[in-house]
């Protein structure tokens, strides 16, 4: 059962801080609130923002406290206090010890030169910007080598899985079987992946020390409570891992919807690593009248001189005519 056929509706914004919000991080953090506040019928939801600074090394000093401010400037004020994953070591070392018990993770001495020399034996030659999938090496032990490493058994969970009943179902939650995962996103329809073949047993802790995103998010939605994730199409293939990770630690599933991406004019996906301008917050209105476009929002009438909260109330009532979910 996914958390989104309950009652109450809890959302969440979780931007790294390796710079300020860009105009694609404004999309994704105006969808999450829309969603929130026009859940229950336009009674709301409560809206959480969470840090995800686990990647410590990419994140830039005082980039949190800047993401905070440019979120106040657009009346995007979260209704709880803002959680940072850098302080939250204990509960994911208490989840990979779980799962270590269970015979569902194990430590890997693999460094990424191992994982190409070794699919590279078999014929595999890695694709720029795709990670080769993990070929097992170390699944059956580490040789007396050190670990560097922890992964998740994502390989072997799935043939211990009954086969796929059937087509995932509006509304009936994700399907985890030996052929992998099928789940439905509230904007992009049906979407399933083998994440066996197409990842393999995927990082939970890295060869740094640091927590993998895969693991953290998982954690992090379950302890907020988290029913409904809104957040950029660029992370709709890290869900089956999630969905798998949950099913393995028995988490319920939230609900999901990846909005679009936006795109710099050399059709590059707009982000921080490749120089994306800070979105300018001093005229909010229009900050977040361009991410309403996005987002295939009406337009305002007269938006020079609609107040912020006017505006997102206004965006609120046209989001839940377009997205059909319950809450």
Known sequence: MTLGALSRYIGRFAPSPTGPLHAG???AALASWLDARSAHGGRGGQWLVRIEDVDTPRCAPGADAIILSQLADCGLLPDGPVMRQSERGLPYQQALDRLLAQGQAYPCACSRSDIEQAQARLGHVRQPHVELPYPGTCRGGLQGRPARSWRFRSSEIQKKLPARPGPCER???PSVS???????????GVQSQD??????DFVLRRADGLWAYQLAVVVDDADQGV?????GEDLADNTPRQILLQHALGLATPRYLHTPLVY???GAKLSKQH???????????????????????PPLVRPNDTPVGHALELWARAWS???NRSP
């Open 25 to 27: 991080s404004l999309v």
């Open 171 to 173: 509304d009936a939650g």
């Open 178 to 188: 030996r052929d992998g995962v099928v789940w439905e996103d509230r904007r992009l």
């Open 195 to 200: 994440v066996a073949s197409a990842v393999g």
């Open 227 to 231: 029913t409904h994730v809104v957040r």
């Open 264 to 266: 710099a004019p050399d």
């Open 275 to 297: 120089g994306a301008p800070p979105v300018d917050t001093r005229e909010p209105v229009k900050a977040l009248a361009a991410a309403a476009h996005q987002l295939g929002l």
């Open 321 to 323: 005519g377009i997205y």
